[in-house]
């Protein structure tokens, strides 16, 4: 088997992952201008109670992750609304929140699911996989490449072809300008968490059958959302979607040709990002 | 999912009412006080949480007496965090005035507690395997009823080579000390058996995808890993994701009995080598077992099997001393000289260092009746933390690390 394919294959599933956690943290930093810190969190709770639904109740694989995703909307949008909303303005207060809750959806988690991982069978239709060339391509993995262009289609038609897509574009250029149009922004804080949050439940639930869900999880995700969104640049969905793939192929290629690198190579293209193009590969100049 | 913390709390509350009832009292009634550190929140709380179970299944299962002392459980949470560690052990050891120790379960926190404890002379019973804790630096008031790091993997080395037949491995594990020293003795046993170790694979603790290391594995004939906590279940599946279907082997938190409910089919047929099996017949294990199952509704591991165990040797140690545990010196003693036969584990003793002597068993997961299982291959018996070496020549020779031994060019 050709280590290489094996990492492409590997690079490209797992930045689908990625995009469906960095794409409604980029579409919320970039609009409320709030690092959400929760972000990892909401996927790990999304895994969580999509794996429930499946365990405990049964039901089947698709049903459940409409659910996570729903739950999870549900839950962004009581943060965005009875907390962020109050403290509109002050940045480092809503970071702190974003961080507190993240601390008690971690604790909470504990207490319902004890630290145990969870692990989701993946769907019986998709289970296994296709040898191609002496490849081999988990059906799975290719389903979830699918489920990510398909998801970020409809975001980009969401954004680009509707009316409340010119809206969201227009509060993230210039939200002041957008208000003074008689753009209610704050009700397009709530719709951009709620998909965002949305987002990211089914994004983790969709990773349940490979990352498994475990304490820790929200942890481990949350800097490559962070590093995603930089790299791709704030509040832009193609930058999210390259950003993605991108940092599937630095980490899978980067910790094979060099290991030593491991804790390092996810974060060098952002400091390099960073020194050369601050606002990101696709972000806007900052006004 | 199987206990839910409030299952837990209910189950520990009724333990604590229960402890809190007036008994008839004994005249003059000794008590002692037992602190345990674990893992009850962060990463390592799996095997936390597993701890608290086994030592309160043992101590209620001995109505909280032990050796006609009452005894006085506190349990303090270390966040699985050195610094916290060390704090808690404080609480324990000066606000508390315990007279043992249980826990804690990582090697980290134990380093970080390791001197602190010994300056105040508290007979520590730890599950963190760190393996110099008993050798080239031995803490005098350890008792180790658990295993060291290479302890198991030794006897897998050797159960690899001679029974699985492989002949090329790769090992792969985290990146840490509790890794690097399954792995190096894993590795000398096995090279020493005339296998040879083709690479060894640290992943980063809290890597979200094993893939690009599991890519690597090629030209093998077998795989070895030693990943703990939840990242076997991980492994296995991303494992199997890539179609690999080579034979899998692994040490005690690899193939931890606790896992078993979380494991999908992927980890049928895995091999791993424990201090503990769920399927030893024996008094012991049965009365274990049917504890857990009954207060807490858990499958046990090797983490709670541990500290029953500990708790075992405490009471043994008490009734050796009557109950007067005011010499820690003569305490420490009494613990180390303690044999058991009876245990979940099969029969104990001690060396020197104060680390256990005892069985380690291979066994293989297997499907019985719908759920994964875990059957007993071979039973290694009274295997010591220095495998068959010679003690002085094993001592001189560095501590496993990430790159001691070397891996070198296989012979053809």
């Known amino acids: ?287 | 999912m199987r206990v839910n913390r409030r299952k837990f709390l209910a189950g520990t509350a009724a333990i604590a009412g229960a402890a809190a009832f007036p008994m008839p009292s004994i005249a003059q009634a000794k008590s002692i006080k037992i602190g345990l550190l674990c893992d009850k929140t962060g990463p390592l709380a799996e095997g936390g949480i597993q701890m608290e179970q086994g030592a309160t299944v043992f101590l209620k299962s001995k109505n909280f007496t032990l050796a006609g002392s009452k005894v006085d459980f506190v349990v303090a949470d270390t966040g699985s965090s050195p610094a916290q560690a060390k704090t808690k052990a404080q609480e324990l050891i000066e606000r508390d005035g315990v007279n043992f120790i249980l826990g804690p379960l990582a090697a980290f926190e134990m380093l970080a507690i390791s001197d602190y404890v010994a300056q105040h002379k508290t007979p520590i019973l730890s599950l963190a395997a760190a393996d110099d804790l008993s050798q080239r630096k031995p803490n005098p008031y350890l008792c180790r009823a658990s295993a060291t790091s290479s302890q198991a993997t030794h006897v897998l080395g050797n159960y690899a080579r001679k029974e699985m037949k492989l002949k090329r491995v790769v090992y792969i594990d985290s990146d840490f000390a509790f890794g690097y020293e399954q792995g190096g003795g894993f590795q000398q046993v096995f090279t020493d058996e005339g296998g040879c170790v083709v690479k060894k694979l640290w992943a980063p603790l809290g890597a979200p995808d094993f893939t690009p290391y599991i890519a690597q594995i090629q030209d093998v004939d077998g795989v070895c890993q030693g990943f703990a906590g939840a990242a076997p279940v991980k492994f296995m599946k991303q494992y199997a994701d890539v179609g690999l279907k080579l034979p899998v082997c692994g040490g005690e938190t690899a193939g931890d009995d606790a896992l078993l409910p979380h494991f999908g089919d992927e980890a049928i047929g895995m091999i791993s080598a424990c201090p503990y099996t769920i399927d030893l017949k024996n008094d012991a294990n049965a009365k274990f077992k049917a504890g857990m199952d009954k207060d807490f509704q858990a499958v046990p591991g090797f983490y709670a099997a541990g500290m029953y165990v500990s708790g075992m040797v405490i009471e043994a140690g008490l009734k050796a001393l009557h109950g007067d545990v005011s010499k820690p010196e003569q305490t420490i003693k009494a613990l180390r000289a303690v044999k058991l036969q009876d245990t979940p584990r099969g029969p104990i003793h001690f060396d020197e260092f104060g680390n256990v002597v005892g069985n380690i068993f291979v066994r293989k997961i297997e499907k019985v009746g719908g759920k994964l299982t875990s059957v007993t291959q071979k039973t290694y018996q009274n295997v010591s933390q220095f495998w068959t070496y010679d003690v002085k020549k094993y001592l001189a020779q560095p501590a496993y690390s990430r790159d001691w031994p070397p891996v070198t060019a296989c012979k053809a």
């Open chain 1, 1 to 287: 088997m050709s280590i290489w394919g094996v990492l492409a294959i590997n690079s490209i599933t797992f930045g689908g992952l990625l995009f469906l956690l960095s794409a409604g943290f980029s579409l919320i930093f970039g609009l409320m201008r709030i690092p959400n810190l929760t972000h990892g969190s909401l996927f790990m709770l999304g895994g969580y109670v999509g794996a429930s639904m499946v365990l405990a109740y049964d039901l089947p694989f698709w049903l459940a992750a409409l659910i996570a995703a729903v739950a999870m909307a549900v839950f962004g949008g009581l943060i965005e609304r009875f907390l962020l909303r109050r403290l509109s303005g002050s940045l480092l207060a809503q970071v702190l929140v974003t961080l507190g809750i993240a601390f008690i959806v971690a604790d909470f988690c504990l207490m319902v699911w004890s630290g145990d991982p969870i692990s989701v069978r993946t769907p019986s239709a998709l289970v296994g996989g296709t040898r191609i060339a002496g490849l081999f391509f988990p059906t799975y993995r290719i389903a979830i490449i699918v489920i990510a262009v398909v998801v970020a289609a409809i975001l980009w038609a969401l954004l680009d072809r509707t009316r409340l897509g010119a809206m969201i574009r227009a509060g993230v250029d210039d939200p002041q300008m957008a208000r003074v149009v008689g753009i209610r922004v704050s009700r397009l804080f709530t719709i951009v968490f709620c998909l965002g949050a949305a987002l990211a439940g089914f994004g983790g639930f969709m990773g349940a059958p490979i990352l498994t869900v475990y304490p820790g999880l929200d942890f481990d995700m949350l800097p490559l959302a962070l590093v995603v969104v930089i790299l791709g640049g704030v509040g832009s969905l193609l930058g999210s979607l390259v950003g993605s793939i991108a940092i599937g192929f630095i980490y899978n290629f980067g910790l094979v040709v060099v290991p030593e690198l491991a804790y390092f190579v996810l974060f060098l293209p952002m400091v390099v990002v960073l020194v050369v193009r601050p606002q990101g590969l696709f972000g806007k100049q900052a006004p």
